[in-house]
């Protein structure tokens, strides 16, 4: 289905010099979390591995251009009641947003130069800290699979963990390990995803437990000492 695509709209998008930067940037804040692409290092699994979907295009010789028109055609012309939102990006961004996964999706290798840190998830070097039994751990706001923290410390007995979730897509904050697996109720944009456990020393595992967000990279490591 792909490559018929790609021979209708192989044509489209001349004219704008893609900003692979800028749209490497957006895919992981925007796509990542539903799609897998290598290069980007997002492991979404809600839609088609994108890799594996143009696989075959790009081994037929159909090149980054043709990918890209199949990109941008898919953006603007979702399918009715699919997931995906439709005009997730627009203008410039969507062209270059096509144009990054033409340029990356089934290539093998990794980005160089500039392109090698854009979109690098940004995740606090400190941990997040318990205080009179309350931590906090943000979820990534721009709709990457990451909370804004990857380590948390906590002294035992009752803490309640909140997360409030300023990114487009729904998360939640959930725990396991040490005895104890408790699953927060999911939230969108503006609701905060709370729990409250009784934590022994130990190590525990924080996670969001919406399908493919912890193995996306949403999950980090609570210490209680
Ligand atoms: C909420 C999840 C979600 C988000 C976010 C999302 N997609 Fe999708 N995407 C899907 C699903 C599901 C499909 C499968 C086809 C359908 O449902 O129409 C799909 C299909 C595609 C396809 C066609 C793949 C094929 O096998 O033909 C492309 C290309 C694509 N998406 C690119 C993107 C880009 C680029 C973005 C960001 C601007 C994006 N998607 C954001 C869920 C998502």
Known sequence: MVVAVLVL??????????????????FVQ????????????TKGIQGPNLDAAFQ???????????IKGVVLNQISHVRKNSI????????????????????????PGKDSGDLATAGQTQVSSKPAVEKNGALTIPANPTGALAFQYNKANATPGKVTISMPNQAPITHDISIKGNGVNVQGPRVGKGGTSKISVNLKPGTYTFYCSVPGHEAGGMKGTLTVK
């Not at 709209?9 to 957006?26: E, I, Q, W």
């Not at 990542?32 to 290598?38: D, F, I, N, P, Q």
């Not at 995906?84 to 290539?107: E, H, I, Q, T």
């Open 9 to 26: 709209v192989a044509g489209c998008g001349r004219g704008h010099k893609a900003d692979l930067v800028n749209g490497k940037t957006l």
């Open 30 to 41: 925007k796509c990542g979390s539903c799609h897998t692409l290598a290069r980007a290092g």
């Open 56 to 66: 075959e295009a790009r081994a037929q010789g159909f090149g980054s251009s043709g």
């Open 84 to 107: 995906m939102p439709l005009n997730l990006v627009k203008g410039d961004d969507a062209r270059d947003v096509a144009a990054y996964v033409g340029f990356a999706a089934a290539k």
